[in-house]
T-cell receptor, first 117, second 115 residues
Framework: GAVVSQHPSRVICKSGTSVKIECRSL??????MFWYRQFPKQSLMLMAT?????????EQGVEKDKFLINHASLTLSTLTVTSAHPEDSSFYIC?????????????FGPGTRLTVT | AQSVTQLDSQVPVFEEAPVELRCNYS??????LFWYVQYPNQGLQLLLK??????LVKGINGFEAEFNKSQTSFHLRKPSVHISDTAEYFC?????????????FGSGTRLQVQP
């Protein structure tokens, strides 16, 4: 149980285009989803916290107009990188916190590698 | 705010040898502590967690960690490593109150198990 999927696993796009990444909790409902960014050989940095049915909370320094987050249902959150540039190339990982049970649990997706050319 | 320090960026070790990966944290509030493992190009998998109670916690794959409140440490140990343990290991904390549920990660330690 507690599986989180991400789609796509890998995407290459041209500079200036937008890319949407999906994060799904497959066998549980998630009230909260988190989006992290990981640069090569570095740690995960929290970008935003996404709560179902409300606006996402962005971390300081993360542009909300560039990284659009939608959490339309209890099993799906999307991250859209708008007008992508090469510096947005990174590994994006989502995690989901179950609606029921202990609130400290987070389950991570397999990640999406974005390459902007 | 919370911060996590993993002093060792890389730890080379021979197969079947013991290993300890160090983690220290700083927080003005009580926290939960976690260790995650990340294999190349994959997401994170929970190894173990400390919530309360016994300070020695056992996780998957033979790993264990000990919470030391006075030293604000949560070091990860394994008595005998395998080649398959080669991966990146992240220590993380999360505040116990409800104010912020996101995890704060350390910079990671790459464990390299050599034959």
């Amino acid at each position: 149980g507690a599986v989180v999927s991400q789609h796509p696993s890998r995407v290459i796009c041209k500079s200036g285009t937008s890319v949407k990444i999906e994060c799904r909790s497959l066998d549980f409902q998630a009230t909260t989803m988190f989006w992290y960014r990981q640069f090569p050989k570095q740690s995960l940095m929290l970008m935003a916290t996404s709560n179902e049915g409300s606006k996402a909370t962005y971390e300081q320094g993360v542009e909300k107009d560039k990284f659009l987050i939608n959490h339309a249902s209890l099993t799906l959150s999307t991250l859209t990188v708008t007008s992508a540039h090469p510096e947005d190339s990174s590994f994006y990982i989502c995690s989901a916190s179950p609606r029921v049970g202990t609130s400290y649990e987070q389950y991570f997706g397999p990640g999406t590698r974005l390459t902007v050319t | 705010a919370q911060s996590v320090t993993q002093l060792d960026s890389q730890v080379p070790v021979f197969e079947e040898a013991p290993v300890e990966l160090r983690c220290n944290y700083s927080s003005s509030v009580s926290v939960y502590l976690f260790w995650y493992v990340q294999y190349p190009n994959q997401g994170l998998q929970l190894l173990l967690k400390y919530l309360s109670g016994s300070t020695l916690v056992k996780g998957i794959n033979g790993f264990e960690a000990e919470f030391n409140k006075s030293q604000t440490s949560f070091h990860l140990r394994k008595p005998s490593v395998h080649i398959s343990d080669t991966a990146e290991y992240f220590c993380a904390v999360r505040r116990q109150d409800t104010g912020r549920r996101a995890l704060t990660f350390g910079s990671g330690t790459r464990l390299q198990v050599q034959p």
